[in-house]
């Protein structure tokens, strides 16, 4: 009498490499932190000056449509997991959107962020705060400028994804792993954003 076949759930390649990365981005990310308050340790005099720069509301704002963006996302995935990929009903009835639609909004929304960043560069060289002014503006720009080149990565990432959707003849497993693995990069960057936010605008 043949014993039942067993199968073993191997865990996904994809998923398991993009989760090893993303910890090392971690600590990336650390490294900054570290250097951000060892500098406003060593110059605590000139940060109420340059703090006071800083708009608030508009980044307060911004990162909200960055934040929201992860909700947008999260819903795609579970478009995804249902292999749906495109809207089954009108434009307008979100309820019936697809993996296609829920990235789109996604990537729009991580695009206006990027572009309300720029804006805030702009205002802050305006009024003086250029990234060589001072240890507080070097160290402004490089935290929250590596924050937002690894944004543009992951939309870079949603143009792939997106791209990969649309010539699909079949929606399958495959595509929805990448799915699940660009949510990935894209939650980390959002968290990882509350936590700039945090420090920069909040703890002033």
């Not at 990310?29 to 720069?53: C, K, V």
């Not at 143009?159 to 894209?186: D, K, N, P």
């Amino acid at each position: 009498m043949s014993k039942p076949r067993v199968e073993v759930n191997r865990p996904n390649t994809l998923a398991v490499g993009t989760i090893v990365w993303l910890s090392s981005e971690l600590m990336f990310f650390a490294g900054l932190f570290a250097m951000y308050f060892s500098h406003r340790s060593a110059s605590s005099e000139i940060w109420p000056q340059n703090t006071d720069l800083l708009n608030f509301p508009f980044a307060l704002a911004n990162t909200s449509i960055l934040v929201l963006s992860s909700v947008t996302c999260q819903l795609g995935v579970h478009a995804a997991e249902k292999f749906k990929k495109v809207r089954s009903g009108a434009l307008w009835d979100v309820r019936r959107w697809g993996a296609i639609e829920w990235f789109t909004l996604t990537f729009i929304m991580g695009a206006i962020f990027i572009g309300g960043q720029v804006f805030e560069y702009a205002e802050l060289v305006h009024e003086g705060l250029h990234i060589g002014a001072n240890p507080y503006a070097s160290v402004f720009y490089i935290t929250t400028g590596f924050h937002g080149l690894h944004v543009v990565g992951g939309l870079i990432a949603f143009l792939f994804l997106l791209g990969r959707m649309f010539v699909a003849r079949r929606f399958t497993q495959h595509e929805a792993t990448t799915a699940i693995v660009c949510s990935y990069y894209w939650h980390f960057v959002d968290v990882v954003w509350v936590v700039l936010f945090g420090i920069i605008y909040i703890l002033k």
